[in-house]
């Protein structure tokens, strides 16, 4: 993920989220003037001091601090309303996905929706690792 499609992802969750550990972050990087500062915000936040003054000690902690920080964005953006949130294009490809699915599994849609809810589950588990 790049820090524009962060920016974006973020303007989203910032209004729904109510991880005390995440919203700052979130205001942060959609209360900025421009992409740069946004960047230089958070930047700080995680590392809670301002790049300007980090040590060698600070860029040294700071991967293992952004772990963490990402861990938390990466389970709100895929927790909140039991699915991801998505750009404005994914968001679109998934609704005709959806249409393409539905008009495949509506003949089963009088049989057992459990078998139905189930098979998806199964397909998503069952993912390969490449895709």
């Not at 003037?33 to 300007?52: Q, Y």
Request: hydrophobic share 45%; proline share 7%; aromatic share 6%.
């Amino acid at each position: 993920m790049g820090w524009e499609q962060f920016l974006t992802l973020a303007e989203s969750l910032v209004q729904v989220t109510t991880n005390p550990r995440l919203l700052p972050l979130l205001q942060r990087a959609v209360g900025a003037p421009d992409p740069t500062s946004a960047l230089d915000s958070v930047l700080a936040l995680v590392a809670a001091r301002p790049l300007r003054t980090w040590t060698d000690a600070d860029a040294d902690r700071f991967a293992g601090q952004a772990r963490v920080v990402g861990a938390l964005f990466v389970a709100e953006r895929d927790g909140l309303m039991g699915e991801p949130l998505l750009t404005p294009e994914e968001q679109k490809l998934s609704e005709k996905w959806a249409e393409d699915l539905r008009s495949i599994l509506q003949p089963y849609y009088n049989e057992n929706q459990r078998v139905i809810q189930a098979a998806l589950r199964l397909l998503l588990r069952n993912r390969r690792p490449d895709s």
